[in-house]
């Protein structure tokens, strides 16, 4: 039976399975990581690792939603600073979607296939808190520019549904071509603004 730890300990020790956990997933995986590499790393028994996780998955899925909340601040503060032009659309989606492609703990999400052991192994209600908290704060950032008369009055979460939709096509980048592939995402951000900016027409505004 694992000793009890006082709260300075459970402190340190879950801190210390954060680090190792994430050192360990970016390089290995979630798949080829285990409960006994990270205790030993962490210096505890096996046992001691259940006081702190149900699971190596959940501690992944803990990392990962620590990652995914420091890439919206710094989506959400970039979007509430100047002002919002098609250029300003444009960028925000193309750094939404490298920021994203580019976290070696998504990556490993996607590229590994580990999605589907998450899906599996965890309550549905903490995915659904996950995907819940990415949608309200970009419909937030969504609603603001509609109301600004930036973007077409289309439902928010169809347009959070097509933004988050790009990252996707970073588990494609091979098929698509890789001589081509940033391009190729360039072009497909180009026009999805295109087509969701407000015409000076529709919106009776002026947005240079």
């Not at 046992?47 to 959400?76: C, H, M, T, V």
């Not at 990415?134 to 969504?142: E, G, I, N």
Request: hydrophobic share 40%; glycine share 4%; proline share 2%.
């Amino acid at each position: 039976m694992p000793r009890k730890f006082n709260e300075q300990e459970k402190q340190w020790i879950r801190q210390k399975l954060m680090e190792e956990g994430k050192r360990s997933f970016e390089a290995r995986g979630l798949r080829k990581t285990s409960v006994e590499d990270l205790t030993k790393a962490t210096g505890i028994s096996q046992g001691a690792f259940y006081l702190f996780f149900a699971s190596k998955e959940e501690l992944f899925y803990e990392l990962l939603l620590a990652e995914e909340a420091l890439i919206r601040e710094q989506l959400l503060e970039w979007a509430e600073a100047g002002d919002v032009t098609k250029a300003s659309i444009r960028r925000f989606i193309s750094e939404s979607f490298r920021l994203m492609s580019e976290n070696a703990l998504i990556r490993t999400m996607y590229f590994q296939g580990e999605l589907q052991r998450l899906v599996r192994k965890l309550p549905p209600e903490k995915l659904e808190q996950n995907f819940a908290e990415d949608q309200d704060a970009l419909q937030h950032v969504v609603r603001k520019w509609q109301a600004a008369g930036i973007l077409r009055k289309e439902r928010p979460e169809l347009i959070v549904s097509m933004f988050r939709s790009l990252v996707l096509l970073s588990l494609h980048k091979q098929e698509i071509g890789e001589m081509i592939y940033d391009e190729t995402t360039e072009l497909l951000v180009r026009l999805i603004v295109d087509g969701m900016y407000a015409s000076r027409e529709e919106e009776g505004l002026s947005h240079d």
